[in-house]
Nanobody, 124 residues
Framework: QVQLVESGGGLVQAGGSLRLSCAAS????????MGWFRQAPGEEREFVAV????????TYSDSVKGRFTISRDNAKNTAYLQMNTLKPEDTAVYYC?????????????????WGQGTQVTVSS
């Protein structure tokens, strides 16, 4: 069983930056593909980014490509989401998730474990 705890959310002005962290415990972190999703009020949970465990492949949604960067530090059992040039439409609760399967899934139900989420609010 893997426990995930996100941190780093907050209120930021448009054009600003935030770095989210996802601390993992209770499992072999280096063997999990890590993903980030977000959910705005009244919206479905949306894929943001994923980084595979095996070959380090990273993919992003079109809406964040070029602005967000996913990374991981296996020695610290932590995944990160660096978010730059934030826009008001990035406002959402951000969740990290871990998948034990291979590949780099973009659908939420491919993930086995989830954090509790951290709020990101971008003001215009």
């Amino acid at each position: 069983q893997v426990q995930l705890v996100e941190s780093g959310g907050g209120l930021v002005q448009a054009g600003g930056s935030l770095r989210l962290s996802c601390a993992a415990s209770g499992g072999s972190f280096s063997r999990y593909t890590m993903g980030w999703f977000r959910q705005a009020p009244g919206e479905e949970r949306e894929f943001v980014a994923v980084m595979s465990w095996s070959v380090g492949i990273k993919t992003y949604s079109d809406s964040v490509k070029g602005r967000f960067t996913i990374s991981r530090d296996n020695a610290k059992n932590t995944a990160y989401l660096q978010m730059n040039t934030l826009k008001p439409e990035d406002t959402a609760v951000y969740y990290c998730a871990a998948a034990s399967s291979s590949g780099w899934p973009r659908i939420w139900n491919a993930y086995d474990f989830w954090g509790q989420g951290t709020q990101v609010t971008v003001s215009s």
